[in-house]
């Protein structure tokens, strides 16, 4: 009889654990966004592009984990719902995108994610250590680094920083997503 009950206790929670470690795409929580003004034959060449009701039901949907930074260099502002854009139609590459800005709107942050390494070093960037283990590439008010398979772009508008200024806190922010 303890075979039995222990035998079922372990099956329960091996089910458990399969159910929260879902590695597709879950567009169950998400809005669809029409293309009205796209053709059909045209759709197929554009990411379907959903939007999520809250910013926990985007970030479940995705296959991949993303950690967001919990300190913003902007007062009394928060991650809005994101945007998930399927490259593919097929839930395969995806690119989403997370926006927070200022009620005056004079600073914004736009963090972009791919779950799809990409080549990060392009002209005009600089190369910026953001640990001992990553590094990044800065250039035109964004930090680009490349997290295991995971590739980050973070920007961060804010016309009074100066470009160091702005790097640091960009620097900041990629630390605590790492």
């Known amino acids: 009889m303890k075979k039995i009950m ?7 929670s091996l089910v458990g654990c399969q159910s929260n470690t879902s590695s597709e795409f879950d567009t169950s929580k998400l809005v669809k966004i ?3 003004d796209v053709t059909e034959e045209q759709q197929k060449n554009i990411p379907i592009t959903y939007e999520a009701n809250s910013l926990e039901d985007g970030l479940k949907a995705l296959p991949f984990e993303v950690k967001l930074p919990n300190s913003l260099p902007i007062k009394d502002t928060e991650f809005q719902p994101p945007v998930i854009n399927d490259m593919k ?9 997370f926006q927070a800005a200022s ?26 250590d953001i640990n ?8 035109n008010n964004s930090l680009s680094f490349n997290k295991g398979s995971i590739s980050y772009t973070i920007s961060f508008l804010n016309e009074e920083l100066t470009e160091e200024e702005r790097l640091i806190e960009l620097t900041k922010m990629a630390e605590q997503m790492i």
Do not use: C, W
């Not at 222990?6 to 329960?12: G, Q, T, V």
């Not at 709107?105 to 990409?118: H, R, Y």
């Open 103 to 128: 009620q005056d709107g004079k600073e914004s942050i736009l963090i972009s994610v791919f779950n799809k390494e990409i080549n990060l070093n392009d002209e005009g960037t600089r190369e910026v």
């Open 89 to 97: 139609h097929d839930g395969e590459e995806l690119m989403t995108e």
């Open 34 to 36: 029409a293309m009205s």
């Open 6 to 12: 222990i035998s079922s206790l372990l099956i329960f």
């Open 132 to 139: 001992n283990e990553i590094k990044g590439y800065y250039g």
